[in-house]
């Protein structure tokens, strides 16, 4: 039923495996390897189709430079900023207080309620595009960065609430019932008992939901439109031209994108780690 363990199968079969494994790691980031070699070639490369091999000279800093400070990079990711922070703060806490009632109180319409949080995720996005931009377009939300949080936190609260729910729902229950019997309020307990022993989950679940919201492309298209307040995965774009694309400062603009989930993730690497993992293990 489950898969044998390397280190307990054939030699040869070791070796093979130790073989692939650089390969496919190598295919894995060999877009990533492309986007960052694109971002230090300097334009006279791709003008002359010199995509792929070495580059005639070092430009970096050059790219670079010009995405600060000869274009709107930094509004865009001012722009990301106050959009993501926002929504993933918002469905984080939202989805706690959706997890405690749903994982804590027992009601005949629990499971029913919870499957409506759940069948959420299950809906392409795509087909609501019209009808989310229409709306957004009746309340005055249309290229608003608050249009734009409303909504992502309106999307990611499904999923949040599965996770939280499950979560909460592996906590030990004797806490909360001798809270009870001590007369203290249900606002407390989860204030100062449940809300506590979730530290490891929220951690993990503003990693993933931070790191969702600040790749967003689609929504970030459909629902916004210029500097004001699109995000840099759509500001990116800004630096095609009428004719040509700038590859290098796109390339340059794309691994300045990828910096703040990247770092996220590593700051908070160990409460990820924790809140993955919490409970697979009795």
Not at 271 to 280: D, E, P, Q, V
Request: proline share 6%; charged share 10%; net charge positive.
């Amino acid at each position: 039923m489950f898969p044998t363990p390397i280190a307990k199968t054939s030699r040869s079969w070791q070796i093979t495996y130790q073989s692939i494994l650089p390969l496919a790691l190598i295919l894995w980031l060999l877009p990533l390897i492309a986007v960052m070699l694109f971002s230090i070639k300097p334009e006279g490369d791709f003008v002359g189709g010199n995509y792929w091999s070495v580059p005639s000279r070092f430009a970096g800093f050059e790219n670079y430079g010009r995405v600060f400070f000869d274009s709107d990079m930094p509004r865009y990711l001012l722009n990301s900023l106050l959009i993501t922070i926002p929504t993933a703060i918002g469905a984080v806490a939202l989805s706690c207080m959706t997890g405690f009632a749903l994982g804590i109180y027992r009601f005949k319409l629990n499971l029913l309620v919870f499957f409506l949080f759940v069948a959420g995720n299950f809906v392409p996005f795509q087909i609501l595009m019209v009808p989310v931009r229409n709306l957004t377009l009746e309340m005055g939300l249309y290229n608003t960065k608050t249009g734009l949080v409303l909504f992502h936190i309106a999307f990611q609260t499904g999923f949040c609430t599965l996770f939280m729910r499950n979560f909460i729902r592996q906590l030990p229950f004797p806490l909360i019932e001798a809270a009870r019997v001590e007369g203290i309020a249900e606002w407390r307990i989860f204030w100062y008992i449940v809300l506590p022993l979730m530290k490891p989950a929220i951690a993990a679940l503003s990693v993933l939901v931070f790191t969702f919201i600040w790749n967003d492309y689609f929504w970030a298209v459909v629902l916004t439109q210029g500097v004001e307040s699109q995000p840099v995965t759509a500001g990116i774009t800004s630096f095609n031209a009428q004719y040509r694309a700038a590859y290098h400062l796109m390339s340059a603009g794309s691994i300045v994108a990828a910096l703040p989930p990247v770092a996220m993730f590593f700051l908070m690497q160990k409460h990820f780690i924790a809140g993955l993992t919490l409970g697979a293990v009795k």
